[in-house]
């Protein structure tokens, strides 16, 4: 009906198809999509279950220091505080080859622990084979924690280095052999020589180099110390308990500094090794 007379068509009654229309595409595609959820996936898309692996990857988890756990050809072994660890994906039993050496009448203990909680404790001296049950599976640990090490070494201590002119009041270019043992503090200004290795003092003018000294006794004698420069014997001395004093004149370029009687013995080691490991998985 038209005219000037015609009634307007309600905008609800206008869109009520429209909503309707929508309402159908939507359940379509739910439906859908349902039906497209209960279709397995082709062969090549689904996913593939990992069997469990009897061979364990066992890796250093901590050390105290560096080469404190190191791997041999069948395992590991423990010169200080370290642990290692590996992930089973089930329970199964463990074997440990292993053998240690003990010091101050204490063997080295092997603590076995499974997902953080203590499973077992081996005392490790004379070689043999030992098995223990893992419960379950998850984070295998087997930690070394009681090591021990004493050792007399005989050392000197040189500190406080100085000149008497302000142009290279307190040298810093101190150089020593790496590895040896021998170490150079620049914050602190000390060096410590325990090796045959010389260390090198640069001077930058001539004048008079100041220093303290002090040595350590080790195998009943102390540290006998050689300064030298430009291929001449500038001092040699016996480094005393307490700290002294010395004064040396020297001239412009390096000076060498070297211990002439180095001395070190090992007095203990508590450490163990770790022949062989084995996991077999229990289902």
């Known amino acids: 009906m038209s005219g000037p007379d015609a009634q307007p068509t309600p905008p609800a009654a206008r869109s009520a198809p429209a909503l309707a229309g929508a309402l159908v595409v939507l359940l379509l595609s739910v439906a859908l999509a349902a039906v497209l959820l209960r279709i397995p996936p082709p062969p090549g898309m689904r996913p593939v279950a990992q069997p469990c692996s009897q061979?364990?990857?066992?890796?250093?988890?901590?050390?105290?220091?560096?080469?404190?756990?190191?791997?041999?050809?069948?395992?590991?072994?423990?010169?200080?505080?370290?642990?290692?660890?590996?992930?089973?994906?089930?329970?199964?039993?463990?074997?440990?080859?292993?053998?240690?050496?003990?010091?101050?009448?204490?063997?080295?203990?092997?603590?076995?622990?499974?997902?953080?909680?203590?499973?077992?404790?081996?005392?490790?001296?004379?070689?043999?084979?030992?098995?223990?049950?893992?419960p379950e599976a998850g984070r295998i640990e087997l930690l070394?924690?009681?090591?021990?090490?004493?050792s007399e070494v005989r050392y000197a201590?040189?500190?406080?280095?100085?000149?008497?002119?302000?142009?290279?009041?307190?040298?810093?270019?101190?150089?020593?052999?790496?590895?040896a043992g021998d170490a150079w503090s620049a914050p602190a200004r000390i060096l410590t020589v325990m090796s045959r290795h010389a260390a090198q003092v640069s001077i930058c003018r001539p004048g008079t180099l100041s220093l303290t000294v002090q040595?350590?006794?080790?195998?009943?004698?102390?540290p006998?110390?050689?300064?030298?420069?430009?291929?001449?014997?500038?001092?040699?001395?016996?480094?005393?308990?307490?700290?002294?004093?010395?004064?040396?004149?020297?001239?412009?370029?390096?000076?060498?500094?070297?211990?002439?009687?180095?001395?070190?013995?090992e007095l203990a080691s508590r450490e163990l090794t770790l022949h062989g490991l084995q996991f077999t998985p229990r289902p």
């Open 55 to 134: 061979l364990l990857a066992w890796k250093a988890a901590f050390q105290s220091l560096d080469g404190a756990v190191t791997p041999t050809v069948r395992g590991w072994r423990f010169a200080a505080r370290g642990a290692v660890q590996a992930v089973s994906c089930t329970p199964g039993r463990l074997v440990l080859d292993g053998s240690g050496r003990a010091a101050q009448g204490q063997e080295p203990r092997l603590e076995v622990l499974i997902n953080g909680r203590p499973v077992r404790t081996l005392e490790l001296l004379q070689r043999r084979v030992q098995a223990v049950d893992i």
């Open 224 to 265: 006998v110390l050689r300064f030298m420069q430009g291929g001449q014997v500038l001092s040699t001395v016996t480094a005393p308990e307490a700290p002294q004093t010395l004064r040396i004149p020297v001239t412009r370029g390096p000076v060498t500094l070297q211990l002439l009687n180095p001395f070190a013995r």
């Open 157 to 179: 201590q040189i500190s406080d280095l100085r000149m008497d002119n302000d142009e290279c009041r307190f040298p810093s270019d101190v150089t020593v052999q790496a590895g």
């Open 215 to 222: 040595g350590t006794r080790a195998g009943q004698a102390l």
């Open 144 to 150: 070394f924690l009681n090591s021990f090490y004493a």
